[in-house]
């Protein structure tokens, strides 16, 4: 079987073609990175509040003892720090400040409950303040935002009171 110059130069041309293809694939299915932004050892185990990067992408993951309490694949928030432990004494209530670059909105918080059998996360909340008062008195946690004041470097909504209580948070004013 004889195969001809223009039958050989199209198989090499297909044969490149496949094989760029390939490579961009391999290339875009790279492992995301994780770097542990927080963690803080509890009565339950580690938690642990990670920056995952998967190429432009980073979202902030929660975990206790490597089990993931709250994943952030559809959150704006690139890094998360432990803002607060409830009680003092034994805490089982973790106020966690997730952060951006975003001049829009500076911060947003979620709860981490570990006064249950299995560790919970609550919604987002927040005005985009990044310095609530928290108050913990009789086994309920108070979150006051204040509202925002013109020249902020960020912006801010209005004054937000939030309360957590037996496992349901709850906006107050």
Known sequence: MIISRKELLRSFILLGLIFCGLSSLA??????SEEI?????TAK???KIIKVTDGDAVNIKIELDNKVIKDGTESP????????????KSPSLFLVRLTNDSTACAAGFI??????????????????????LSVYRNQSLLI???AGKSGD???KGGREVWQFR??????TK
Request: hydrophobic letters at 30%.
């Open 166 to 171: 037996r496992g349901k948070l709850s906006k």
């Open 144 to 146: 006051t935002f204040p």
């Open 45 to 47: 185990g580690k938690l």
């Open 27 to 32: 290339i875009g299915q790279a492992n995301p």
């Open 77 to 88: 928030y690139v890094a998360g720090s432990v803002f607060g432990k409830y009680p003092q």
């Open 153 to 155: 470097a960020y912006k």
């Open 111 to 132: 709860i981490i409950d570990l006064s249950g059998k299995s560790a919970t996360a609550s919604k987002e909340f927040g005005n985009c303040g990044d310095s609530p």
């Open 37 to 41: 932004s927080d963690s803080v050892q």
